[in-house]
């Protein structure tokens, strides 16, 4: 019962643990860090049988050791350097470790929890539009009686743009388009049309541009009927956007040209550091979390902010990097071939926000592990069929089937 107990719990932390850890815990840990953590301990305590992913294991002890090795080095700031280590990396490895290696029971039991919290994010998003522009009113998606940090958190509504439970619109569509691709994939398009309508109204470009590319790139392979219907579902979800507010729709497409990506801080930031490193923080980077002050060391201003991949060079070197992308190319290999647009996902969100290490980045790749092949141990041939919760699995393929 205690086992059962703590899978259930283990399962909703897991798909509410980005909306969690945007709270306060217990310095250097935020609360849904703090939670799984006990879960974890919790798990060794009582099962004492567990698996765990050493990819991600190994891949995070490297990469702590050069965040050690360039925090001593350099001497930017000591005690950024052991927060960052301690309160992100290392607790973000131990995570990772013990929690995304999901078991083949387990993928179809997280992934209903994910996908409900989901679209009831989705529902509160539309509520949250349409009651600031037809009556002015502001509904934040805040919990009320936790404490967060930052001041610029679930502040964005204030002028128009939903966050939903979430603290910016970007952090909304992280959340809601794996599972927006996944209910496409397997032919749910009515609550896939429900998730499409959220990512566009969230006014985020990140999400307009994956609402309407996955579905395009999915129904190249398609026959000619699915595309149109789904075109067709599209071009009807972007007209309602405009029809609903026609100024935001022009503001929020204007966010696409040129100009606007370039300037743009969540993609080019902290491009211009790279003139001031010297061989050694080329190969191993200043440490996670040190652009701002390293560049004041340099008589500039820079914000302490890149997209994914540029702030892993930053943080790491060109080291790190190699590290990380050996680890992602790990992760697009053991994916489930009816999934790799998931892939697609996670490079673009890389590559347009700064998820190094957080509660976002966690989210993504345990979806990555719900969609990957099972594993060679556990792929062998049975006629087993999880019809009571409509997941089958085909053990020649080793692929599930979310519904």
Not at 214 to 229: A, D
Not at 263 to 285: A, P, Q, T
Request: net charge positive.
């Amino acid at each position: 019962m205690k086992k059962f107990f703590l899978d259930d719990f283990k399962y909703l932390l897991l798909a509410i643990f980005p909306i969690l850890n945007i709270y306060d815990g217990i310095n250097p840990f935020n609360l849904g860090t703090i939670l799984l953590i006990l879960v974890v301990l919790l798990e060794i305590t009582i099962k004492k049988n567990f698996q765990i992913n050493l990819k991600i294991g190994v891949t995070m002890f490297l990469l702590i050791m050069i965040n050690i090795y360039t925090g001593i080095i350099s001497n930017i700031n000591i005690e950024r350097t052991i927060n960052n280590t301690i309160g992100g990396m290392i607790s973000f490895g131990v995570l990772g470790t013990f929690l995304l290696n999901v078991d083949k029971k387990s993928k179809l039991k997280i992934f209903q929890y994910i996908k409900i919290v989901s679209l009831i994010s989705t529902v509160y998003i539309f509520l949250q539009f349409l009651f600031f522009k037809m009556n002015g009113v502001i509904l934040k998606g805040n919990i009320v009686f936790l404490n967060y940090s930052e001041e610029g958190y679930f502040k964005s509504i204030e002028w128009g743009r939903p966050t939903s439970f979430f603290v910016e619109p970007a952090h909304y569509v992280i959340y809601t388009a794996p599972i927006y691709l996944i209910l496409i994939v397997n032919k749910k398009f009515f609550l896939a049309s429900i998730l499409g309508l959220g990512l566009i109204i969230s006014t985020s470009s990140t999400g307009i541009f994956l609402a309407i590319i996955l579905p395009g790139v999915l129904f190249l392979k398609k026959n000619l009927k699915n595309k149109i219907k789904f075109i067709i579902l599209i071009v009807a979800s972007v007209y309602l956007f405009y029809l609903i507010d026609s100024h935001l729709f022009f503001k929020t497409f204007k966010k696409f040209q040129f100009n606007m990506l370039k300037d743009n801080i969540r993609i080019s930031g902290g491009v211009e550091i790279f003139k001031y490193l010297d061989f050694s923080k080329l190969l191993f980077g200043i440490g996670l979390n040190q652009l701002s002050d390293f560049a004041k060391q340099k008589g500039v201003l820079i914000s302490n902010y890149s997209n994914t991949f540029l702030y892993t060079v930053i943080s790491f070197g060109i080291t790190g990097i190699l590290i990380w992308n050996i680890y992602l190319y790990n992760l697009y290999r053991n994916l489930s071939k009816k999934y790799k647009l998931i892939f697609l996902i996670l490079i673009f969100i890389q590559l347009s926000d700064q998820i190094i290490f957080n509660q976002n980045l966690f989210y993504l790749l345990l979806i990555i592990s719900i969609c990957s092949k099972i594993s060679k141990g556990e792929s062998k041939r049975s006629e087993r069929k999880f019809n009571n919760n409509k997941c089958q699995y085909d053990f020649k393929f080793r692929e599930c089937n979310f519904n």
